[in-house]
């Protein structure tokens, strides 16, 4: 997804973990020019996400020193990382859909035939 300020790139993940994604993005500044943040993640949730509509999380990246997560990136304004987090999944659904669709199109039909027979 590009925006003018704001670029964002989507990997889907074809684990049978929760990870459905990961998301590096890229932030235009006036000064440095874009700045990008990588390992930004996608996770299924069992918890309903009210501001996306869909039982997903996205995190900020993280490292696990001592074994505790510990954020490195944090947005001083919370309607910020919203914002972000929104463009992030709207990305997210859209690679999804995508793949999701090339998947359909590579079915073939007369295989699913003769497996039914």
């Keep these: 997804m590009k925006n003018e300020d704001v670029r ?4 889907l993940k074809n684990s049978s973990n929760n990870l459905l994604a990961n998301a590096t993005i890229s932030i235009e500044t006036t000064y ?6 990588k390992g ?24 696990m020193p001592y074994g505790r997560p510990y954020q490195f990136v944090f947005f001083e304004d919370k309607q910020k990382w919203f914002e972000l987090e929104s463009k992030i999944y709207d990305s997210f659904v859209k690679i ?10 590579n079915i073939n039909l007369d295989e699913i035939s003769r497996a039914i027979e």
């Excluded at 964002?8 to 990997?11: F, N, S």
């Design 40 to 63: 930004f993640q996608i996770w299924r949730s069992r918890v309903f996400n009210e501001r996306l509509q869909e039982a997903i999380n996205v995190k900020p990246p993280t490292i």
């Design 8 to 11: 964002i790139t989507i990997i």
């Design 32 to 37: 440095f020019g874009f700045v990008t943040i």
């Design 96 to 105: 999804r859909d995508i793949s999701k669709n090339d998947d359909s199109e």
